[in-house]
């Protein structure tokens, strides 16, 4: 079990059939915690083969990562509470190229290891506790994901990543310094009907020194912000 790329082209070369993510399933056992995508092709008939798979812990975000392969463009879930000791939340996410990736937020500091199965296609992510502790999380409300800036610092330019769903999937940021507005920009969320879409603001300059920064949506009924709130010190 390792940081940082756990698995990269699980399957590589290996023709894939799975189209859908149909299920997210877990299970602890003897110390760990077993998260399995369930894939089948796109009429749900079982998959015998996932295709090529990326595994990544993100420990700096709190998250492990599957890239899922081209061909897995649907899914049937876009998002599980779990809530385990280890796991929090798993989201399918729909990325700026237009493939799906699972973030698996963890609940706690881990070590994991990833690995496939074939007939039926699955992707298993096994967790044991350990390694060091997990300094920041991704901020989570109920339409906005934000996984990073995952500081307290930053500089110019500005990327604010992370996935949201929004109505019709504009995502709006808002830089704040007191009472004044000083940046405010939208962009357009990879999905919002089916599953989460993956967004990213650039934003090239801005205020200096303490800020507050807002990512989401004004409300259609009221006007008023509904999204992810947090503080930088900028410079």
């Known amino acids: 079990m390792a940081d940082g790329a756990l698995a990269s082209g699980l399957l590589d070369g290996e023709d894939g059939d799975a189209e859908l993510v149909s299920g997210l399933r877990w299970n602890a056992y003897e110390g760990c915690e077993r998260l399995v995508v369930e ?3 796109a009429g749900g008939a079982p998959a015998t083969e996932p295709g090529g798979v990326r595994a990544e812990l993100l420990r700096e975000m709190g998250i492990v990562r599957l890239q899922l392969d081209d061909l897995v463009t649907s899914t049937a879930i876009a998002d599980r509470v779990v809530e ?6 798993v989201y399918v996410v729909r990325s700026l190229d237009g493939g799906l ?42 339409s906005t994901v934000v996984v990073s800036p995952t500081g307290k610092k930053g500089d110019y330019p500005l990327v604010v990543e992370g996935y949201a769903r929004t109505f019709e999937a504009t995502v709006v940021l808002r830089m704040r310094q007191g009472n004044r507005l000083d940046v405010e920009t939208v962009t357009s969320a990879a999905d919002y009907l089916v599953t989460w879409g993956e967004y990213q603001f650039e934003i090239p300059q801005g205020p200096n020194g303490n800020v507050e920064v807002f990512v989401g949506e004004d409300s259609a009924q009221d006007g008023q912000e509904s999204g992810a709130y947090f503080n930088l010190v900028m410079g």
Request: net charge negative.
């Open 39 to 41: 894939l089948t092709t």
């Open 84 to 89: 385990r000791r280890l796991v929090d939340r």
């Open 101 to 142: 990736f699972v973030d698996i937020h963890l609940g706690s500091a881990v070590l994991a290891r990833a690995s496939v199965n074939r007939s039926p296609a699955e992707v298993i992510v096994d967790l044991q506790a350990g390694g060091p502790d997990l300094e920041t999380r991704p901020i989570i409300t109920d």
